[in-house]
């Protein structure tokens, strides 16, 4: 059995899910070989709710607009069918799957705290957005990022520390919308952003994107992992990308982990057009429970095997071979 007793749920910060071998208690009987990380995982309009209530700050009217087009919908739900597929598999794989309950409406969890609040770095959005502007809502917030990432950090070392593997699993919209400021227009500014018009304007992204390189050129990503990935989602007729949208910035938490445990920690963005039925922008998308397994079952084929081949040798870095 597992003595982690920091490793465990916070309220209104992250839930934690064991799944794997267990004993009649539904205790983990041995360290999962496996973290999932949802670092933007607070999908549900009543995180937002309450969070948005306990602020002092005079929040952007419609500000749920922002909430619905900005959240990672369907990553929650895609880890989980990874997690019970790789748990159910012979041999019984342990997963631990991270999700955060901080809306990143309010403060991002996959963002370092620093630089100018509401500025957007290299196409990345801020920690803080410049609406959040009481100092009471600073120190409310950042506590809370705080403790969300000392449960993260021991669960990467839990798992990565002793040789398995971590996926970082994000959805993103299906166009690059490019907004420079996240300030208190940011409801204007996507409402003029996502009129069709101007919305046909923005790059698409593919389908699926690994994002296995880094602004500063650090070793990341398992190639073997990637490319198994990118040919598993080839294989559905599906477009994808090796950062093709976006490196890892230092500015991203997801960097530092991956930076920490080098080879062991790949990160996707899955098109939330493919989880969505359809994908409503500024508004509440249905989920289609057929599109997330058709998603999760070529990562939880790629990350069995790559589980396997860990056992057998060492893991490298380097170049990503097609």
């Known amino acids: 059995m597992i003595d982690a007793p920091s490793l465990a749920s916070v309220a209104s ?48 009217e419609n500000l749920e607009e922002f909430f619905y087009v900005n959240t990672d919908i369907g990553a929650p739900e895609c880890a989980l069918r990874i997690g019970d597929a790789l748990a159910s598999a012979a041999g019984g794989i342990g997963v631990l799957l991270i999700r955060s309950r901080i809306p990143r409406t309010f403060i991002d969890c996959n963002r370092v705290i620093a630089g100018i609040p509401g500025v957007v770095v290299e196409g990345l959005t801020p920690a803080l957005p410049s ?56 409801v204007d500014k996507l409402r003029w952003a996502y009129t069709p018009e101007v919305y046909a304007r923005w790059a698409r992204r593919p389908d699926i994107d690994i994002i296995c390189e880094s602004t500063d050129d650090a070793p990341l990503s398992s190639p073997a992992l990637v490319n198994s990935i990118l040919d598993n989602y080839r294989s559905l007729g599906l477009e994808v990308g090796a950062s093709a949208t976006y ?21 996707v963005e899955l098109n939330r057009e493919l989880v969505a039925d359809p994908f409503t922008p500024l508004a509440e998308s249905p989920l289609s429970a057929a599109k997330i397994e058709r998603l999760a079952r070529p990562l939880a084929r790629s990350l069995r095997r790559a589980l396997r081949d860990a056992r057998r040798r060492p893991s490298s870095v380097g170049d990503i071979t097609r």
């Open 247 to 267: 490196r890892l910035h230092p500015s991203a938490m997801g960097y530092h982990y991956a930076r920490r445990f080098p080879g062991q920690v790949v990160c």
């Open 13 to 60: 910060v992250c839930d934690l899910t064991w799944l794997g071998p267990s004993d009649g208690d539904g205790n983990p009987q041995a360290p999962p070989k496996l973290l999932i990380e949802i670092p933007h995982g607070s999908t549900q309009r009543a995180d937002y709710d309450t969070l948005a209530a306990q602020l002092r700050s005079t929040l952007p």
């Open 131 to 186: 609406y959040i502007h009481e100092p009471d809502d600073h120190q409310l917030l950042k506590a809370r990022h705080r403790r969300y990432h000392e449960v993260v950090a021991r669960a990467y070392d839990l798992v990565c520390g002793a040789g398995g593997l971590a996926l970082q699993l994000h959805s993103y919209a299906p166009r690059s919308v490019e907004i420079a400021t996240i300030d208190e227009t940011i």
